[in-house]
Nanobody, 127 residues
Framework: QVQLVESGGGLVQPGGSLRLSCAAS????????MAWFRQAPGKDREFVAA????????YYADSVKGRFTVSRDKVKNTLHLQMNSLKPEDTAVYYC????????????????????WGQGTQVTVSS
C-alpha cells in the first residue's frame, strides 16, 4: 500500500504562484509513476502533469504547459507541482496519484493508470 498526502493549496490572486507537495509513504518505489490531476466543481477529473519515475521524464496537459512544473524528490519521496501564472480556470481540487509498474508514456495521462490517490488539496484562484 502507498499513502499520499497533499499540501500547499490555498487562495491566490490571478497571476500568482503556488507550490503543491505530495508526501508518499509505504511501498513507494523510485521508479513508480506519479501524477497530478484536478477536478473542478461539476467537471470530470482531468490530467495535469506526470513524472515518469523510470526515466525522470515529465508530461503536461496543454492547458498548463509552460506555467506548471512537476518534480520529484526521490530521497524524501515527495512529488511537487510548481504552479505559476495561475488563472481562475485553474481553480480545482488537486489530487496526487501514484501507480505500480512502469507504464508506457501514453498511459500516464489516464487516471486508470494510477492505483493510489491522495485526499486532495483545494486551489482557488480569485481576485
Amino acid at each position: 500500500q502507498v499513502q499520499l498526502v497533499e499540501s500547499g493549496g490555498g487562495l491566490v490572486q490571478p497571476g500568482g504562484s503556488l507550490r503543491l507537495s505530495c508526501a508518499a509513504s509505504g511501498r513507494v518505489s523510485s521508479t513508480s509513476p506519479m501524477a497530478w490531476f484536478r477536478q473542478a466543481p461539476g467537471k470530470d477529473r482531468e490530467f495535469v502533469a506526470a513524472f515518469r519515475g523510470a526515466n525522470g521524464n515529465t508530461y503536461y496537459a496543454d492547458s498548463v504547459k509552460g506555467r506548471f512544473t512537476v518534480s520529484r524528490d526521490k530521497v524524501k519521496n515527495t512529488l511537487h507541482l510548481q504552479m505559476n501564472s495561475l488563472k481562475p480556470e485553474d481553480t480545482a481540487v488537486y489530487y496526487c496519484a501514484s501507480g505500480l509498474g512502469s507504464p508506457i508514456s501514453s498511459m500516464l495521462r489516464r487516471a486508470a493508470t494510477y492505483d493510489f490517490w491522495g485526499q486532495g488539496t483545494q486551489v482557488t484562484v480569485s481576485s
